[in-house]
């Protein structure tokens, strides 16, 4: 029996209006210890207002004049490119401002479909389908897969909705230490028992901006006959010679079986998410998969905005190859001013500072400098290795980047980071 009717028919019971109200009060005591907890943990995340369209300046409430932004997923400077906007309108003019409706009763429209087809032909798959965001396409996939005669091989450091995701499946369960090959390995022998064996990992990090080791995963997963997934948030439009992503980067792209990627990052950055991979998978995905089953069609604006921003990639990659060159000036400029910068010449350039305070008190005078850039600390990544997290994007300019370096210089120095 439900403990709320054993209650409602207590002697005890208070009057409803009663009752209602201290559990009110019961439940703002709750919350106000949470949140105090949070603020007390130092973990508290506040969120800037900004009141103009997402690009290389913005203005954000409260602070004067525009801000050159380093801290957006960005990549391609899609997400306010004229022709994506444009589509974005001609969609919503023609096809409405939404499905009200999930894409297996009545919300599946042409542009749907059209958007599924180019996105597999862009990685080169079979088939592809959509999801109201990545987080979402992560959190269908493996339940949806795996069963508990298979198992999953997960790198420690994926992100939190891959980690979910696999939570939602009964898959046998295995985390490998962040980029690790012995220890892959190691698991992927102790999992030849079971019927099927993914090694799920993100392509590209976005913490520390490295690059998952895809040639020495697809080796190892050929040899213990493991299939291997890779989410390519952070890589898909942008990295490779053409922009197809890590596998391309790394010329594996005929051996990772799926990817699940996003639409909110370099691909217009509007939202949604997708799987792509073999045939069958999809299908059996647009039967079983919870977030693409029971929840709301991606509406036709956001739709028209990402297949505008691959027909601007399939086009040409000059925007590619201009964001890589930019990546590198940054890049190279820091560490010749003293800098250390992780990672393997991704865009995400984290700048290593160590020390929580001071990478909160930088990001902060790089703001009065005009520079949004932002500080990340213990939880988020582990003690001691604080530091701030900068973004780079084809529509910055040279003289942007050089900008964001001089205020670096000139703050690093301030606070006793550069010497
Ligand atoms: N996977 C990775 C690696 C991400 O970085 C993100 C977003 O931060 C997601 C998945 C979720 O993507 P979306 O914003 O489309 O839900």
């Not at 439900?2 to 005591?29: D, E, I, M, N």
């Not at 801290?71 to 391609?76: K, P, Q, R, V």
């Not at 697809?218 to 992503?245: I, K, M, N, P, Q």
């Not at 029971?294 to 964001?323: H, R, T, W, Y």
Request: overall charge neutral.
């Amino acid at each position: 029996m439900w403990a709320s009717r054993v209650l409602r028919t207590g002697r005890f019971a208070a009057p409803r209006g009663c009752r209602a109200q201290s559990a009110l009060t019961q439940l703002r005591g709750v919350l106000e210890e949470e949140l105090e907890a949070i603020r007390g943990a130092g973990t508290w995340k506040s969120e800037r207002v900004i009141t103009s369209r997402q690009g290389p300046r913005i203005h954000v409430d409260g602070v004067s004049g525009g801000i050159l932004n380093f801290c957006a997923n960005n990549y391609l400077g899609l997400s306010s490119h004229p022709e994506v906007i444009q589509a974005g309108l001609q969609a919503l003019e023609e096809f409405g401002a939404g499905l009200s409706s999930t894409r297996f009763i009545c919300g599946t429209q042409s542009i749907h479909k059209d958007l599924e087809a180019k996105i597999a032909r862009f990685h080169q798959r079979e088939d592809a389908i959509l999801y109201p965001s990545c987080f979402d396409a992560n959190a269908g996939l493996f339940e949806a897969l795996l069963t508990p005669q298979d198992a999953v091989l997960s790198d420690e450091l994926n992100h939190a909705s891959i980690i979910d995701g696999i939570r939602l499946c009964k898959a046998y369960k295995y985390r490998y230490r962040h980029l690790d090959m012995a220890d892959l390995e190691a698991k992927l022998k102790e999992a030849q028992q079971y019927r099927l064996r993914l090694v799920a990992t993100d392509g590209a990090f976005s913490m520390d901006g490295d690059i998952a080791p895809l040639q020495e995963i697809c080796r190892l997963a050929s040899r213990y006959g493991a299939l291997v997934f890779v989410d390519e948030c952070h890589a898909t439009g942008f990295l490779g010679a053409t922009g197809r992503g890590t596998d391309e980067l790394l010329g594996v792209m005929d051996q990772v079986t799926i990817i699940n990627s996003t639409l909110g990052k370099a691909l217009g950055g509007a939202s949604g998410g997708y799987t792509t991979g073999p045939g069958p998978l999809v299908s059996l995905l647009r039967q079983r998969a919870r977030p693409y089953l029971f929840s709301n069609s991606l509406p036709p604006a956001v739709v028209g905005c990402a297949s505008k921003a691959l027909d601007l990639l399939m086009e040409s990659n000059a925007i590619v190859q201009s964001m890589a060159a930019k990546t590198q000036r940054f890049r190279r400029k820091m560490e010749a001013a003293g800098f250390t910068i992780l990672g393997a010449n991704h865009p995400i350039c984290p700048v290593m500072l160590g020390d929580a305070r001071l990478a909160s008190c930088m990001a902060d005078d790089m703001l009065k400098r005009g520079i949004f850039v932002i500080g990340f600390s213990y939880p988020v990544v582990p003690k001691g290795k604080a530091r701030i997290r900068v973004q780079i994007s084809a529509v910055h300019s040279e003289e942007d980047i050089d900008r964001c370096v001089e205020a670096f210089v000139e703050v690093g120095r301030l606070h006793g980071a550069l010497p």
